[in-house]
Every structure is written in structure tokens, then in C-alpha cells.
């Protein structure tokens, strides 16, 4: 075996191939050579190769090491620790990634991004989740899942409520992507709808003064009124929820983003009837809907109502010594029709 014997000049010239002056926060660039049981090696340019301890090595915890440190390619890393006692320096990938991600986070926090996250536990007060390697915190007020116990693992859209990197405070919403996505959907609605408009929906909710209709993503009222042109005493009395009706649009209002509704209008109007074959003079039969304190009112015709006045209540019942309810049945006369203004009024005989 031959020893060649190095001039001074050459040994220096030698040793300056390995001359470095890295220090502790350092950015350097490295190549990964290899793996073993304390972490990455990585060639760095230093007179020995540079470690990267397995906890330092990927922020994406679903992935290996070699599948986020890839033997061959070059990375950006952070020197943690100058020299050991092995003349190695510690690096950490994990801290340049997690720098990365929080600008990442902050450009998608100011153009309202869409993330993907996966939800990685239940915590009190809602769950947390981890998106581009950065873990944040969903309160169960922004989470659309019901039933949080099978929530961990999935994964789920979200948009971003409070980023703060310095006080690692990273607070997101899954229910903020819906709510954007309907109000958008309600704008492009809004634009389509015309008054007149007969359109099919969902009863979704009822209340004393009417009924909420679904019409593809967006609630519309039905009053009272215009559920039918017989006299309804509540909604329930004809709706209940999921009932699926066509209704007309009767009135839109963009400022407001409301939407007004009728299901008689999509019925043959009574009056137009009545005024065919309705006189005044006319003895007709009908029916008691509802008593006040001026007079009943009596369905002469189908989904025509009449009054008959107070002083004719009152009288009848004293000839007749009996008391009139909803329901009974009575022969009246017309004394005055008023087609124009929908107005009957009646006597009793």
C-alpha cells in the first residue's frame, strides 16, 4: 500500500475543501444520505454529516420519515445544535416546514381559502384537527358533525377564524365553508328568481304565522293567508315538515334576501266561481268557520266566506234559543255581493 505524502500547501489546500463556518440558527442547505436509529443524515458540507433527530424530521405525523425526508433530494434545514462530541451538527427540518406552513396559513387566512384538515382528537369544547402540519383548534359551535366521537379521522373542509403564530393560537371553522358556499348559492338564487315563478320545496319549518319553505337552498315564507283560500286556523292544519309543495313566488326582496310565497295562488280562485253563480237574493246553505265578536263568518261556496252580521247571530239565536258554533250548518240570504272586493254579507233565516 502506497502512502502519498502531502506538501503543506497541499494538505491546507486539502482541508480547505472542508471549511465551513456554520453556527446554531443557521439555514443550510443539506442532501439526505441515509437513515439509522437516532434519525435523517444528511450531507450538509461539514466535515462530517449532519444529523436530523427523528422528531425534528416531519411535521406531517400521518408519513414516515423517509417518505417526508427522501434519500437523494436536497432540503432546507435548520441547524438547532453546533458540533457534538461526534463533530455533528443537529438539524431540524421540522422548524423550517412548521415557518413554511404558518406563511402558507396566513396567505390562505387573508385570500379566504378552502383548507383540508384532518381531525386527530375530541377535545373539550370541540376538536383538533391538523392542516398543512400545523395543528389548530374547531370549537363544536363551527363543527357541522352531529356525533363528534367518530369525527377523529376524517377528514374535513375548513376556513380560518384567529391565526397567531407568535402565540401558536390557530382557531378554525368547518361550519364557515357551508355558511359562504349557501350564501353564495343564495346570491346566484336571488339573481334567477323572478315574481310568478312557481317552483317546487320542502316544508322545513312551521310556525303560528306560517310555514318555511326550502326552495334548493334557500327558506321562503308562506303566510297563513296564503296557504288556501278556505280559512285556516293554523299550518299544521294542511303542511307538516317535509312535505314537498310547489308554491308561486309572490314577492322577492334582495336587500333583505327574503323571499315570499303562495300556495293558493296555484288553485283556481273561488271568487271567480262564485261570481258566476252567486246573486244577491240567493238562498244559500253554509257552513260556521269562525265566530267574532261583530258576526260568523260562513262558507257559502267552496273557499268563499261570508259575514253574516252580529244583530243576525244574535236575533237567531234568541228565536231559536240556541247558541251557533263552528261547524253548524245555517241557511242564509245574500243581502250584498261584492265580487270586486271579496265582500258578502248575509241574514239568517
Known sequence: MTVKNFTDDEFESLLSQYDYSFQRGDLVKGVV???????????????????????????DTTKTVEETLAKGNEYEFLIVKEEDDDGRFLLSYKKVALAYAWKELEAAKENDEVLQGTVVAVVKGGVLVETKGVRG????????????????????????????????NFILSNKKVYADALEESKENMFADLQVGQV??????????FGAFIDIGGMDGLLPLSQMSWRWVDHPSDIL????KIKVEIIGIDHDKQRVSLSLKNLEED????????????????????????????VEVFSGVEALLPNNEVVD????????????DKVNTTVLKFN???RRISLSIE
Not at 317552483?199 to 303560528?208: L, Q, Y
Not at 307538516?240 to 312535505?243: L, N, Q, Y
Not at 271568487?271 to 257552513?287: F, I, P, R, S
Open 33 to 59: 444520505c441515509g437513515y439509522d436509529s437516532d434519525g435523517v443524515i444528511v450531507d450538509i458540507g461539514a466535515k462530517t454529516s449532519a444529523l436530523v433527530p427523528a422528531r425534528e424530521a416531519r411535521i
Open 137 to 168: 383548534f374547531v370549537p363544536s359551535s363551527h363543527l357541522r358533525a352531529k356525533d363528534m366521537e367518530n369525527i377523529v379521522g376524517q377528514n374535513i373542509e375548513l376556513k380560518i377564524l384567529t391565526l397567531d403564530p407568535q402565540q401558536n
Open 199 to 208: 317552483v317546487e320545496g320542502e316544508v322545513v319549518r312551521i310556525t303560528d
Open 240 to 243: 307538516k315538515i317535509s312535505d
Open 270 to 297: 273561488p271568487w271567480l266561481k262564485a261570481k258566476e253563480k252567486l246573486n244577491e237574493g240567493d238562498k244559500v246553505e253554509g257552513v260556521i268557520t269562525r265566530i267574532k265578536h261583530f258576526g260568523a263568518f
Open 316 to 327: 237567531y239565536q234568541n228565536k231559536n234559543n240556541c247558541v251557533l258554533k263552528v261547524g
Open 339 to 341: 265580487p270586486d272586493d
